[in-house]
């Protein structure tokens, strides 16, 4: 008489940090290694985790998909892809959780693609994603982030930032300008463009910036009178309006 013995599979509920649980099964509880310690050694089926709900229900989804094994370093397929489609911010949420559940498969999938994001970033990217910038907000309620280097060139938000204490990264507490963002935009561009030179030239580079009719010159031209932009911006947008009206 032949017998079959079934294997009766364990479930194990992950509280988390704000007070919600999620269930995930013995096979996938596998992938968490910091979990599995604290099951080993708590031999309860309730564990509390460092994570938030958002992020731990993300964690058990990747767990199950792969319940019946995951090889590290292996290359994404086409499920991984979409589940790994998050803005950057969300990415590191996922990635802190994950570290603190010592999930290696998605330590690895979201380190290396954030990796790969900033090394295609430009130095102002970068800066921008540390908070290394001031956060601007115009009349017209648009919000600009400005590398501490272009602001300088800036005489008005210099002056604004050292006398109402404005530090970097102050996106709760914006610099407020009376200009509209259209005309920001522009200006914005150009201090970028040229915040490390000491002796700017105009370019085809200024010129395509500044491409347009003579209502919208006069207004960038307002507002850089009134931000009192350095470096010559002024002198070009007169030059430009000057071509605009020879035809």
Not at 44 to 69: M, W
Not at 70 to 76: D, I, K
Not at 81 to 109: C, R, W, Y
Not at 145 to 161: D, H, M, Q, R
Request: aromatic letters at 8%; one cysteine or more; glycine letters at 4%.
């Amino acid at each position: 008489m032949n017998s079959t013995t079934t294997r009766i599979s364990t479930n194990y509920m992950l509280q988390s940090t704000d007070g919600k649980s999620t269930w995930i099964s013995e096979d996938a509880v596998k992938h968490c290694q910091n979990v599995r310690r604290a099951i080993e050694t708590a031999r309860q089926t309730s564990i509390p985790v460092n994570a938030a709900d958002a992020e731990l229900k993300q964690i058990v989804r990747f767990c199950e998909h792969y319940k019946d094994g995951y090889t590290l370093y292996q290359p994404l397929t086409q499920w991984d892809q979409q589940f790994f489609s998050m803005e950057d911010s969300k990415m590191m949420d996922l990635l802190m959780a994950a570290t603190e559940l010592f999930v290696a498969p998605i330590m690895n999938i979201c380190f290396q693609t954030l990796k790969n994001k900033t090394r295609q970033m430009t130095l102002e990217e970068k800066l921008k994603a540390c908070g290394l910038c001031y956060s601007i907000l115009s009349k017209d309620s648009q919000m600009f982030e400005l590398t501490e280097n272009a602001a300088k060139l800036s005489g008005f938000i210099s002056l604004y930032k050292s006398t109402n204490e404005i530090y970097l990264n102050n996106k709760a507490n914006p610099i407020l300008l009376d200009v509209m963002a259209a005309p920001l935009s522009i200006i914005f561009k150009w201090c970028e463009q040229h915040k490390m030179e000491k002796s700017v030239v105009m370019t085809a580079w200024d010129k395509d910036l500044l491409a347009m009719g003579m209502p919208e010159l006069t207004q960038v031209l307002c507002a850089a009178n009134a931000l009192d932009v350095k470096g010559g911006l002024v002198n070009m947008i007169i030059e430009m309006m000057g071509q605009v009206a020879s035809g």
